[in-house]
Nanobody, 126 residues
Framework: QVQLVESGGGLVQAGGSLRLSCAAS????????MGWFRQAPGNEREFVAG????????YYADSVKGRFTISRDNAKNTVYLQMNSLEPDDTAAYYC???????????????????WGQGTQVTVSS
């Protein structure tokens, strides 16, 4: 069983930056894709970014393209989300997720992921 633990959330002013980290414990191999989702109060959980393991293929939600960057360090079993030019609409609880896939596929739907972290809060003030 893979466990995911997020860190790096906090309070930041609009225009600022934060970097989230997600450490995976347990066995993850070359077919384990990882992603970030977020959920604001009253809203559904939405996809933010995802990355495959073997080739580092990435995919982003339109709302964060050009501002957020997902990356991973396979040696450390850790995935990162660098968030720049943050906006008040980025305020949400951010969740790390992972799942085994059979190719270099990057899942973008919450139901496709098997493992979830506990979440870390990001608050952007205007």
């Amino acid at each position: 069983q893979v466990q995911l633990v997020e860190s790096g959330g906090g309070l930041v002013q609009a225009g600022g930056s934060l970097r989230l980290s997600c450490a995976a414990s347990g066995r993850t191999d070359s077919s384990y894709a990882m992603g970030w989702f977020r959920q604001a109060p009253g809203n559904e959980r939405e996809f933010v970014a995802g990355i495959s393991r073997s080739r580092g293929r990435t995919y982003y939600a339109d709302s964060v393209k050009g501002r957020f960057t997902i990356s991973r360090d396979n040696a450390k079993n850790t995935v990162y989300l660098q968030m720049n030019s943050l906006e008040p609409d980025d305020t949400a609880a951010y969740y790390c997720a992972g799942v085994y896939v059979y190719s270099d596929y990057v899942p973008t739907q919450a139901y496709e992921y098997r493992n979830w972290g506990q979440g870390t809060q990001v608050t952007v003030s205007s």
